[in-house]
């Protein structure tokens, strides 16, 4: 799963159907997932193991059959534990456009006068078993599965307003409480490669680097510099398990002039070094 970019600008799905499955291991070269946020609706469902995931500043611990709903506009991310995990990726525009039944209900929601809760399946029962499902659906594509997927968000939709797994949020919207955040996380998106240092990420934050420190420890769990080599060393695993690079070049092109120093930082993230990452069946 690319969740290279912290708001995400790869295209989900095709423009006439704007739905993508992922089906995520430990051997999954994007298994740990990144934080970022995106236009896009998700919805993660837990298969095995457990995610220590952070969903708009709120942190969790989710488990086997567990159900997470991410509006479009939040920041998430975290860390998977001997996980498998499934990722359902959809644009709600693509159920609003010439539905005139359900207009109303979905533009509430398209346009934030409802938030729907992001741990569901804990609030309704009926929410699993629709969501396996669709996982199923998606996976297998078989003829005609682009009515089902349809259909079933179409129920998971309407189970959500049934049961009334929503509150009517007041105040700032999700987009504008996290707005400096997203602005740092982007930058180094952009700039990774480069030379970053803590008083340019606090200068875009608006923040002072003591206060920068502590504000942004509490949103990823990880000091900036921290959070900022952890970065560059996924998007190596990336670079080796999807080009044909060295070492070296992919420690040159991830910010780091120094191989040893790659390497050593790379086995501190990943437990493994990068050669024997490159040798890894996926």
């Known amino acids: 799963m690319k969740y290279i970019d912290y708001k995400e600008r790869k295209t989900q799905g095709t423009f006439n159907f704007p739905v993508a499955f992922y089906h995520q291991t430990p051997k999954s070269p994007r298994y740990e997932m990144q934080y970022h ?8 469902h837990i298969v095995s193991g457990s995610f220590h995931l952070n969903l708009d500043n709120e942190i969790r611990t989710y488990y086997p059959g567990d159900v997470i709903f991410v509006s479009d506009g939040m920041l998430h991310g975290g860390s998977p534990n001997d996980c498998v995990y499934e990722c359902i990726l959809f644009d709600l525009q693509m159920l609003w456009k010439e539905n005139h039944v359900c207009a109303k209900e979905l533009r509430n929601i398209l346009d934030h006068k409802i938030r729907i809760y992001p741990y569901i399946s804990a609030h309704c029962s009926r929410i699993l078993p629709v969501v396996e499902q669709l996982s199923h659906t998606l996976s297998s594509k078989k003829a005609g599965y682009e009515f089902m997927v349809q259909g079933y968000l179409y129920q998971l939709i309407g189970i959500i ?17 996290f707005a400096s955040m997203k602005k740092v996380l982007e930058y180094i998106g952009d700039n990774y490669t480069n030379n970053i240092t ?25 000091t900036p510099i921290d959070y900022l080599n952890y970065y560059r060393i996924e998007c190596a695993c990336e670079m080796l398990s999807t080009k044909d690079i060295t070492i070296r070049e992919a420690a040159i092109s991830c910010g780091f002039n120094d191989e040893n120093y790659f390497i050593r930082t790379f086995r501190k993230y990943k437990g493994i070094t990068p050669k024997q990452f490159m040798m890894m069946k996926y």
């Open 37 to 44: 946020w995106h236009t896009y609706y998700e919805i993660i």
């Open 161 to 177: 307003l049934e049961e009334h797994l929503y509150d009517e949020p007041s105040g700032a919207t999700v987009l504008e409480r």
């Open 198 to 222: 803590l008083d340019t990420l606090s200068r875009i934050a608006g923040m002072n680097p003591k206060y920068f420190c502590r504000y942004f420890k509490s949103m990823t769990d990880r």
